[in-house]
């Protein structure tokens, strides 16, 4: 299975990873340059904060091993796929009952800003081999790696 890992040493907090992933999932198109950042619409599904070191640090969903978002939901619509890994939500079953987003543990999972509806997390792009984050980061702080 892949994961999305980072070299904190090397995030130098630009940003792209979150740009790239807003561009992902713009229904407008794919590129940055199409992205209205005014638009409440465009959301990442990834976030930079600073560590204590007060150093940027991407924060990504983990697809945990055993996701405790996955547990914690009771409608079923948070689910993880044997054999990828990947944690995804299903929309139309999502109750918006956000036990998910309380139940992670790195606070990633989050509701969608427009209707407070929908849990936001990293679906790892997968229409792509590689995720728009690692594809978009130009210093190589975030990569994918087979666990």
Do not use: W
Not at 33 to 52: F, G
Not at 68 to 79: F, K, L, P, Y
């Amino acid at each position: 299975m892949k994961r999305i890992k980072v070299d904190q040493k090397l995030c130098e907090g630009c940003m792209n990873c979150v740009l790239a992933c807003m561009a992902e999932h713009n229904e407008e198109g794919k590129s940055i340059y199409d992205l209205d950042l005014t638009d409440i619409k465009n959301e990442s599904r990834n976030h930079i904060s600073i560590n204590q070191k007060e150093k940027p640090t991407p924060l990504f969903c983990r697809h945990c091993e055993e996701p405790e978002c996955v547990t914690a939901c009771m409608s079923g619509a948070m689910t993880k796929d044997k054999k990828t890994g990947i944690v995804s939500c299903d929309e139309k079953q999502c109750a918006s009952c956000f036990m998910c987003v309380m139940a992670c543990p790195y606070g990633i999972l989050k509701a969608d800003d427009i209707n407070k509806k929908v849990i936001l997390k990293c679906d790892f792009c997968t229409e792509k081999s590689i995720p728009s984050c690692v594809e978009n980061c130009p210093t190589g702080a975030i990569y994918i790696e087979e666990v």
